[in-house]
């Protein structure tokens, strides 16, 4: 009894162990990432490492507001918030379609994710040629839409799954109830999918927050990206190692907030499509 | 005037020919179970009377409306799933209520509404739960609640005790019926169970690969069917099928099976059966139609029997012979019959056996 107990307890222990070891793991990289953003420049280069800098160097990030780059954070923000809300409204109206309606026959929904797999490098030149043509480059309007376009595909593909999922005779009901289609998709999709659009939007996001070449390709100077800015500050004498670490920090923050908040729906949502398949 | 009237209705799933031609009138605050086997299309009669699919031919009319067009939330009726169909993120008073709100009732109306309801149902201690807390039966009850708030004109239930269990199916069952009494609205019951058809239905409407075999009085379609599959559908046991040839001996009718034995049918009844002399008939007999022979009596015929196999259910007892050369099922008294091996002398009631025409299957 007592030996059973004692074999528990200390697989308790190991298993806290290894689990403690794992993350440090992979919060080392993170914690890493801060410390540059508050040291000063001999305190990156100084060996051995400074694993503490003797003071926070706050001053990093001020140089970056006070020059007007952390507006490019804000701007991800805009594009990544608006193509996402854009994307998950029409692929979700998509998905009722194709998941509810047959639209397109059986392959329709199996073309529209093959989309996603076409390589971004393959269509950023003649996409740049025509918003050249259309006066899109380095507007708002421009790098939303295809971000959207690109996002487009996943979200329906995702959001078909979860909407497959729900009983048909849950919509029946509402229609029975009184409801228009449009309500039932408002009042009884939505809600049963609540998880399965919170975890797809979160990965819509993250995509536009991360991307890089469409935004390197299609933007100048108005509606440049943290992930873009960043790359100013590797130059051809040196690197800026305080300003990029400062920068990433402040664009890893909104992605870091919305998974902590999000994270029930997260874990939720992507095991719902786990089991769907 | 017929609050449903259906005329000429059929529906096609791709190349499937479902609905074949169906014409029905339902009165006012009738209560009428279609009934059959799965596959008989009449799920798809009922949800096309709600409006959740179309029909390809025939019409529809809900009150003298037709409404072959119309939306299935402006049709005026309500519906009970099989599966429930409550929302599981709502808790029973908002499942209760959603109706009601949709149509834009005024809260204090919802309010009484869904209180009135839960209450005569006995589940107003349930309505803040939600329904990931409620039991099979409690749920089926707020399934019904959320049908019985709306005050339709038309109730449709769609299988809605087949996820229950026997106990609980069978209090349901005259948990509906009661309610259909306090309402005294139309309802249209779809269920294959011929025991939940006979004890709910004010009318039985039998469907059979897409069209409707027989309807009418529950007793009507079981002591009077029209044809063998009504016959052997409604009854359980089923009824007991036996080849046999129609002879005329000494006067009247009689049958004679393969065994050689014959069996007097009881004048008047069978007189209509005079074309078929000679020829091969259908005898059918129901099994609490047979009996241990007790009491000679106008239109009992006799039998002897080997008794094949016994099934006790406590107040009777099923006994399997071999009759005519057809295993029969005797529905007998408890202690009847013992066990398998036992002669029987078996009395068969003719007044209540049916005679039917093998090439058309119809009851002479």
Redesign the interface.
């Given at each position: 009894m007592m030996k059973t107990k004692r074999r528990q307890s200390l697989r308790q222990v190991l298993r806290f162990a290894a689990a403690s070891a794992i993350t440090l793991f992979f919060l080392f990289p993170i914690y890493w990432l801060f410390m540059i953003s508050f040291k000063t420049a001999d305190e990156i280069y100084s060996y051995p490492p400074v694993w503490w800098p003797a003071s926070l160097q706050f001053n990093n990030y001020a140089v970056l507001f006070k020059d007007g780059d952390a507006i490019t954070v804000w701007n991800s923000l805009i594009i990544a918030s608006a193509s996402t809300v854009l994307a998950m409204l029409l692929g979700t109206i998509c998905a009722y379609s194709l998941a509810r309606y047959k639209t397109g026959g059986d392959h329709l929904s199996n073309w529209i994710i093959s989309q996603r797999m076409a390589p971004p490098i393959a269509v950023v030149f003649p996409i740049f040629l025509l918003y050249v043509y259309l006066g899109w480059v380095d507007t708002y309007i421009g790098i939303i839409l295809l971000y959207t376009a690109f996002n487009l595909p996943y979200v329906i593909w995702m959001m078909r799954g979860y909407i497959q999922d729900i009983?048909r005779?849950?919509e029946?009901?509402?229609?029975?109830?009184?409801?228009?289609r449009w309500?039932v998709i408002w009042?009884?999709v939505f809600?049963?999918c609540?998880a399965g659009l919170f975890a797809t939007a979160i990965f819509t996001f993250v995509f536009a927050w991360n991307e890089f070449l469409f935004a390197l390709v299609l933007t100048r100077t108005e509606v440049t990206t943290y992930t873009v800015q960043v790359t100013h500050y590797f130059g051809g004498q040196s690197n800026f190692w305080t300003k990029i670490a400062a920068m990433s920090v402040l664009g890893t923050l909104p992605v870091f907030i919305a998974v902590v908040f999000m994270q029930r729906y997260l874990v939720r949502g992507i095991s719902l499509g786990a089991v769907k398949g | 005037m017929a609050d449903l009237k259906i005329t000429g209705l059929h529906k096609y799933y791709g190349d499937n020919h479902v609905v074949k031609g169906i014409d029905l009138e339902i009165p006012a605050g009738e209560f009428t179970v279609l009934v059959g086997q799965s596959g008989c299309g009449k799920s798809t009669l009922l949800r096309t009377i709600?409006?959740?699919e179309g029909s390809d031919q025939g019409t529809i009319e809900i009150a003298g409306q037709t409404v072959n067009d119309v939306?299935?939330?402006d049709?005026d009726?309500?519906?009970v799933?099989?599966?429930y169909?409550l929302?599981?993120?709502m808790t029973v008073y908002d499942n209760i209520a959603?109706?009601l709100r949709?149509?834009k009732t005024p809260a204090s109306e919802v309010d009484s509404k869904v209180k009135r309801a839960a209450e005569m149902l006995a589940i107003d201690h349930l309505l803040k739960r939600f329904p990931r807390q409620l039991s099979g039966g409690q749920l089926q009850r707020v399934a019904i609640g959320?049908a019985v708030v709306?005050n339709a004109r038309l109730y449709l239930f769609d299988e809605p005790l087949s996820n229950l269990d026997a106990q609980l199916r069978d209090e349901m069952r005259g948990e509906i019926k009661r309610l259909h009494q306090e309402l005294g609205k139309t309802m249209i019951y779809v269920t294959h169970d011929q025991i939940e058809a006979m004890t709910l239905a004010d009318r039985i409407v039998l469907m059979r690969d897409g069209k409707i075999e027989q309807q009418g009085a529950p007793l009507q379609l079981f002591e009077r069917p029209a044809t063998r599959y009504v016959a052997g559908f409604l009854g359980s046991p089923a009824m007991n099928f036996i080849p046999a040839t129609l002879v005329h001996e000494q006067g009247r009718h009689a049958v004679k099976l393969a065994t050689g034995l014959t069996l007097a049918l009881p004048q008047p009844r069978f007189e209509a059966a005079g074309s078929y002399v000679d020829k091969q008939v259908i005898l059918g007999i129901r099994p609490e139609h047979l009996s241990r022979r007790g009491i000679a009596r106008e239109g009992l015929a006799n039998a002897d029997a080997l008794v094949e196999l016994v099934q006790p259910t406590g107040s009777r007892t099923f006994a399997e012979f071999k009759l005519g050369g057809a295993t029969i099922v005797a529905e007998l008294e408890a202690h009847d019959v013992q066990r398998a091996g036992e002669r029987l002398e078996l009395s068969i009631d003719m007044n209540r056996a049916i005679l039917i025409d093998p090439t058309t299957e119809k009851v002479i």
């Open positions: 009983p005779s849950l029946e009901s509402a229609l029975i109830d009184g409801c228009t309500q009042k009884v809600p049963m609540r | 709600a409006g959740l939306q299935p939330k049709r009726i309500a519906m799933f099989q599966n169909a929302y599981p993120y959603f109706g949709v149509r959320r709306r």
